[in-house]
């Protein structure tokens, strides 16, 4: 394609934010000029105007800024890891361990701007419990007097909120124009519950403006309504909502708890990370009427579209599970 990318800069919205910072050749404002250190008042001045303040050398040269650095180095644990991989202050290794505990070569899901979570092949190593398990759930729970012969379906079910702060995302403009992105603060949101069938591709979902146990029933009712002929079997989470004694789960619906603190292993914030991604990024809503007609035509889209839903979420682990009444 013609043209080229440039870095953008980023605009406060008119009625949210007030102040506007460093015009673009769009906007017809004058580029920005450093201020010599002496007149900007210092280093606390140079961080207000978001530029990084010099730092000052070592007096004893380069040698000993080295030495102090080896010095303070810690003993490297078996498997090429330190002590301190886990932090901002990781050291590198010979294995390849790189800053901050990343791998120098590590999984691409880490170099993409698109979904939160690993996938598949990729999940950390505690998703093995989970796929040792389930099967034995499985196994223990769908018995013939329960399934009674109907269909096994297995749901990951989740809720996400979605309102007017903005989500910037990276975007193509024409060399040398450099793309003006207006921003939004709003605090305001609306709440989805989902559940996706990875097996069938298929996506349930519910827009409400609220989160609650009333509201989690509502959605397994509509559920339930919707695959009456199936007996399922839906994953969820910790939350409060899921485990209330007032909820009520219809006979057709069996409920199973995630590991605590694990939403990696649930495919359904891959849904999640698709819908944002692909229809609310660079977005600036003037009321929440604007986020629920988003999300009233972004979510019928996906749950439509039936291969990339299973692409998103049908993981080798899950298709492999027997779903068969023993």
Known sequence: MSGGSSAGIVRGHPPTNRRRFGGGPRDGGAAAKRLPQEKAGGAASFAQLGWTPPIPSHPGGRKPVLGTLAAKRRRRQPGGRFPDSGGLGATSGPTGQAFGGLPAAGPTWLAQGGSRHPTSPQRPRRAGGVEKKLPEVLATLLSPDVVKGRHVRLMFQDEARFGRMVRIRRCWSPAPQRPVVDNGYERQFQYVYGAVSPVEGQLDWMICPVMNTEQMGKFLAQVSAAHAQDFMVMVV????????????????????????????????????????????????FADMSGVVRTLETGLPKLAADVDRVRSLCAWPWIVSLNLQAN
Not at 240 to 248: D, G, I, N
Not at 255 to 281: A, C, I, M, T
Request: zero cysteines.
């Open 237 to 284: 989470d910790g939350a409060s909502s899921h485990v209330a004694k007032a909820l009520v789960v219809p006979e057709n619906v069996r409920l199973h708890r995630l590991p605590g603190y694990s939403p990696e292993l649930n495919p359904q914030e891959h849904v999640w990370d698709e819908v944002r991604e692909k229809e609310f990024p660079n977005r600036v």
